[in-house]
């Protein structure tokens, strides 16, 4: 849009005084030349034009044409010196517009002040004096402060709206997120409570018809769903005392396996709670994968070290084990575990061999 308006200006007013660079040297008019033609290359091709060249150009050319206002006074050779003024002033409202672009805006108005006063400062230093032309056409390009200005203000406002805007588009992504993600919640844990808990329920009731090696499973698989529904909860910001932490953890995990061994090495006074709070649930996801895959005869610990920098779980089983390259990352895994991880900023890993245990080794920052 500014260099739109330059070359309205190179066509309603430079063409008409460009005679007058027949009295100035060639190599101020080849300047001159080129501060037109890149506000028409601007104008042109600008929206076609990479940023970065952009960036360069809306600083090259306000200084171009400065460098050219102040050295006019050399280059003139006329003799109508008190008349004179140069033919370049007449594009100066666009290129004074572009400092905005590039300065801040209180910058950009001093600016915009010295570039039409530079006419006139170099005639009083070369001339000794300030032609009566030169004087004249100070004040009118004065005026064109108010361009600077007005484009101030439509760039604010323009700003501000796209910020707006773009805030709007997140909340409304976050309220559609939250909207998918509660509604998803519900239904899985109503199918989880109506369908799987209830007939779990129902096999601990009927009487000693099943045998005890299944109503111990199903026990230990209520328990297991019973803490899932438990977890399902937002986790909050803050920090917690990390001996509450581990307490919360060793409970959660003594709830999936009463026999699971805890080791723990402490260097922190408190930890983020959200980085507990997810962790601990990755590493009861990982003992409940142990319950239901490792066999019977497995047995599980977990190894805890929290410092200032960073928290480090290790869950281990000595059970059947698996191959990780042969077999695919079930849902526990990939988003229980080390989904939670990489949300912490953390990794989620696994190691496994047939009949060999397997180790999930949880990290993330405090």
């Not at 990489?342 to 405090?366: D, F, H, K, Q, Y």
Request: hydrophobic share 50%.
């Amino acid at each position: 849009m500014i260099a739109i308006g330059g070359v309205i200006l190179l066509l309603d007013q430079t063409v008409f005084v460009y005679s007058d660079a027949a009295e100035v040297a060639t190599w101020w008019n080849f300047g001159g030349l080129v501060v037109c033609g890149c506000v028409v290359i601007l104008a042109c091709f600008g929206r076609m034009l990479a940023p970065s060249v952009l960036w360069i150009a809306w600083r090259v050319v306000p200084a171009l044409f400065w460098a050219l206002q102040a050295s006019w006074c050399v280059a003139y050779f006329g003799t109508e010196r008190a008349t004179a003024v140069p033919w370049l002033w007449t594009v100066e409202p666009a290129v004074i517009t572009l400092l905005p672009l590039v300065v801040r805006p209180a910058y950009a108005v001093v600016a915009a002040l010295f570039v039409s006063a530079t006419p006139a400062l170099s005639s009083f230093v070369v001339f000794g004096a300030i032609p009566h032309g030169i004087a004249h056409s100070t004040f009118d390009a004065l005026g064109n402060l108010v361009y600077v200005v007005v484009f101030i203000g439509l760039r604010t406002q323009l700003e501000r709206l796209s910020r707006a805007e773009s805030e709007v588009r997140r909340q409304r992504r976050r309220a559609f997120d939250a909207a998918a993600t509660s509604e998803k919640r519900v239904e899985m844990t109503r199918l989880v409570h109506d369908e799987i808990l209830s007939t779990l329920s129902a096999a601990l009731l009927v009487g000693d018809s099943p045998p005890p090696v299944l109503r111990e499973q199903a026990h230990q698989a209520k328990c297991i769903l019973d803490g899932a529904l438990a977890d399902d909860r937002p986790v909050t910001a803050g920090r917690i005392d990390t001996h509450e932490a581990m307490g919360r953890l060793s409970r959660a995990l003594k709830r999936a396996d009463p026999e699971i061994a805890i080791a723990t090495r402490i260097e922190a006074d408190t930890v983020a709670l959200d980085v507990a709070e997810e962790t601990a649930r990755a590493a009861l996801e990982a003992v409940r994968n142990s319950v239901r895959h490792a066999g019977p005869s497995a047995r599980r610990e977990v190894l805890v070290a929290i410092s200032d920098a960073r928290v480090r779980m290790a869950i281990r089983d000595d059970g059947c084990g698996f191959d990780p390259d042969g077999q695919a990352a079930g849902f526990g895994l990939t988003e229980s575990i080390a989904g939670r991880m990489n949300r912490l900023g953390g990794t989620g890993t696994i190691r496994s061999a047939p009949n060999a245990g397997t180790e999930v080794v949880l990290r993330c920052p405090t």
